[in-house]
């Protein structure tokens, strides 16, 4: 992990106090990932991700993977559908190619997104 990626301001969507695991730069899985907490990605995983919190797909992460979360925010490359998520952020530093269905997206200026987005109001 470098030290532009660490700490709050890095993942902001992270609130002080909440437990935030953490799948580092040199890891790479292949298969289904779930938390129960918040969780970062920064290295790279093929396969399905599920958090009852945020999950953050990092600038150094490269993900193919279909994503439930409560709330997404993806810095890096996500390849694959987004769903049941309350709200979803791609940053400028993103690219991302899939669908999303969320209650509510933000694309930042600079962001790389190709796919199709649906908005449900709970």
């Known amino acids: 992990m470098s030290s532009q990626e660490s700490g709050p301001a890095a993942h902001p969507a992270h609130s002080a106090g909440t437990a935030v695991s953490r799948i580092g730069s040199g890891v790479s899985i292949d298969g289904r990932l779930e938390a129960r907490e918040d969780l970062v990605i920064e290295g790279r995983l093929k396969g399905q991700a599920v958090s009852f919190g945020t999950l953050t797909i990092a600038q150094s992460a490269v993900v193919e993977a279909e994503v439930q979360a409560r709330t997404v925010v993806v810095a890096g490359t996500l390849t694959g559908n987004i769903s049941r998520a309350e ?33 449900k109001r709970t």
Request: aromatic residues 6%.
């Open 87 to 119: 709200r979803v952020q791609i940053t400028e530093t993103a690219f991302m190619t899939g669908d999303v269905v969320t209650g509510r997206i933000g694309i930042s200026s600079g962001a790389r997104f190709k796919g199709n987005i649906t908005i």
